[in-house]
DNA sequence: AGAAAATCCTGGTGGC
DNA sequence: TGCCACCAGGATTTTC
């Protein structure tokens, strides 16, 4: 499930090789979540200028606007001077000079939105309510404490909710409050000050070695060269349901929180 | 009104 | 084998 390390992976793996193509020719299968939003005959002639990131969506920067591309649950974009033929799940196609971009997505609850700029509405809609950038500069640590007591809700929920800080998904919020040693049931506003230190190092810190190994392949996720991930290895509590804990040998539980999976540990996360 | 909770979208999987 | 419940991320809708 491409959270923001897997959607980082896959920026990573094909910015480079992309910047500078003109596009030649955009095709699309099935409907994604929403419509592309212009003509497919438009993008043709399009140089692309960049790729970027923000949370979850990758940012195409064209000379005349913005792809915004989200992997919803199950997309995997693959980027290559040839790549085999259009499968039934490929939905997105986008032949350049420099290679083909190719997104795969089973469920199809991923997008490709064109905007002429972030500032339109769509952009606005889509970016304009999301959280602080956990890997930069702007994962304020006050900002981040004092966002957090003004929530009424569980910390698990708090993070996967994305308006505080982004691109933290179910794997990744279980895995960083194992790491801060905090159980996923506690009420965000009571946390003390020094959980909530420690859990802002912990969302850094589990993110930033996810993306070191390339993100985490539970099912059929690689980078758009088609490297698998490897973080799931290193996973001590997501998917370990009734397995022992790393660290401590108790059981690993299993909960659900707003209709997700939470796993944790009892004795390594007490509050 | 604003925050939280529920719902919905789709296709793969596992159990029977 | 076929059927069906279940699961997943997050925008949208509903509830409180």
Not at 137 to 145: P, R, T
Not at 219 to 248: H, I, T, W
Request: proline share 4%; glycine share 10%; with cysteine.
């Amino acid at each position: 499930m491409p959270e923001l390390p897997e959607v980082e992976v896959t920026r990573l793996s094909f910015a480079q090789a992309i910047q500078g193509a003109v596009v030649m020719a955009v095709t699309m299968g099935k409907p994604l979540r929403w419509p592309l939003g212009c003509d497919v005959a438009f993008l043709t002639g399009c140089r692309v200028l960049g790729v970027g990131r923000r949370g979850k969506y990758l940012l195409i920067e064209l000379d005349q606007g913005w792809l915004l591309v989200h992997l919803g649950m199950s997309g995997s974009l693959r980027f290559a001077k040839q790549l085999p033929p259009v499968g039934i799940h490929d939905h997105f196609e986008m032949v350049t000079t420099q290679g083909i971009l190719r997104l795969n997505d089973p469920r199809r609850f991923g997008a490709v939105v064109y905007v002429q700029s972030l500032t339109d509405a769509l952009a606005v809609k889509l970016l304009g309510q999301l959280g602080m950038e956990p890997l930069s500069e702007s994962f304020d640590l006050k900002l981040f404490a004092s966002g957090l007591r003004q929530r009424k809700t569980t910390i698990k929920q708090v993070l996967m909710a994305g308006d505080l800080v982004v691109g933290v998904g179910n794997i990744y919020a279980s895995e960083a409050l194992f790491m801060a040693a905090i159980r996923p049931t506690v009420s965000a506003a009571d946390l003390s000050r020094i959980r909530v230190v420690r859990l802002h190092a912990a969302i850094k810190d589990v993110l930033a070695r996810a993306v070191e190994k390339g993100g985490s392949t539970l099912k059929d996720f690689s980078s758009a060269n088609g490297q698998a991930g490897y973080f799931q290895l290193e996973a001590m509590v997501y998917g370990r349901a009734n397995m022992p804990c790393k660290r401590c040998d108790s059981t690993i539980q299993m909960i659900r929180q707003g209709q997700r999976s939470t796993f944790y540990c009892p004795v390594c996360q007490k509050h």
